[in-house]
Nanobody, 118 residues
Framework: QVQFVESGGGLVQPGGSLRLSCAAS????????MGWYRQAPGKQRESVAF???????NYGASAKGRFIISRDNATNTVYLEMNSLKPEDTGVYYC????????????WGQGTQVTVSS
């Protein structure tokens, strides 16, 4: 069983940048893919970005071209670099195993709040 702790959120002006971190409680090398998800007020949780154990990445339409997902297996950490932030990026950001999300297994951490506002 692995737990994830998200950090790095905060208040930022439109056009600004943030770097989120997802610290795993154990090695993530055996997890086939990790993902970042977000939930805005009044909206369903949506996928933001994915990265596989082999380093293959994929992005949601709203994140493509602006966000970069990466992983550091040595520190069991997944990152999300967010650039050119927009007010619609506001929400609580979570990381999780993609398999756990797809199957409904596992759990969600507390997430980290990102607020983009002028």
């Amino acid at each position: 069983q692995v737990q994830f702790v998200e950090s790095g959120g905060g208040l930022v002006q439109p056009g600004g940048s943030l770097r989120l971190s997802c610290a795993a409680s154990r090695s993530i090398t055996s997890i086939y893919a990790m993902g970042w998800y977000r939930q805005a007020p009044g909206k369903q949780r949506e996928s933001v970005a994915f990265i596989s154990s082999s380093g293959i990445t994929n992005y949601g339409a709203s994140a493509k071209g602006r966000f970069i997902i990466s992983r550091d297996n040595a520190t069991n950490t997944v990152y999300l670099e967010m650039n050119s932030l927009k007010p619609e990026d506001t929400g609580v950001y979570y990381c999780n195993s993609v398999r756990n999300v797809m199957t409904g297994a596992g759990y969600w951490g507390q997430g980290t709040q990102v607020t983009v506002s002028s």
